[in-house]
Nanobody
Framework: QVQLVESGGGLVRAGGSLRLSCAAS????????GGWYRQAPGKEREMVAV??????TIYADSVKGRFTISRDNAKTVYLQMNSLKPEDTAVYYC?????????WGQGTQVTVSS
């Protein structure tokens, strides 16, 4: 079973930047779709950004122009977050999807202060 480990979360002021990393235990992102999702307190988990095995990307409207998803090899997916806003505060989760199989990471907290 593949495991995903997120890192890079933390506390940042509004307007600041953070870079999240998602490291897979095996080289899966050459065949898997990688994605970042987030869940704020009292809200449902939502898609933030997705990158396909072919390199195509999709972003939530709320983060377009501020966040960038990337992949530097088949084991790591990143989320560069710029111009952060207090409403970006959430637990951010990494997800890998291969066919009918989905794997989630444990999440990393991002807190943006005003």
């Amino acid at each position: 079973q593949v495991q995903l480990v997120e890192s890079g979360g933390g506390l940042v002021r509004a307007g600041g930047s953070l870079r999240l990393s998602c490291a897979a235990s095996r080289s899966i992102f050459s065949i898997a779709t990688g994605g970042w999702y987030r869940q704020a307190p009292g809200k449902e988990r939502e898609m933030v950004a997705v990158i396909t095995s072919g390199g195509g990307t999709i972003y939530a409207d709320s983060v377009k122009g501020r966040f960038t998803i990337s992949r530097d090899n088949a084991k790591t997916v990143y989320l560069q977050m710029n111009s952060l806003k207090p409403e970006d505060t959430a637990v951010y989760y990494c997800k890998a999807t291969i066919g009918a199989t989905t794997v989630w990471g444990q999440g990393t907290q991002v807190t943006v202060s005003s």
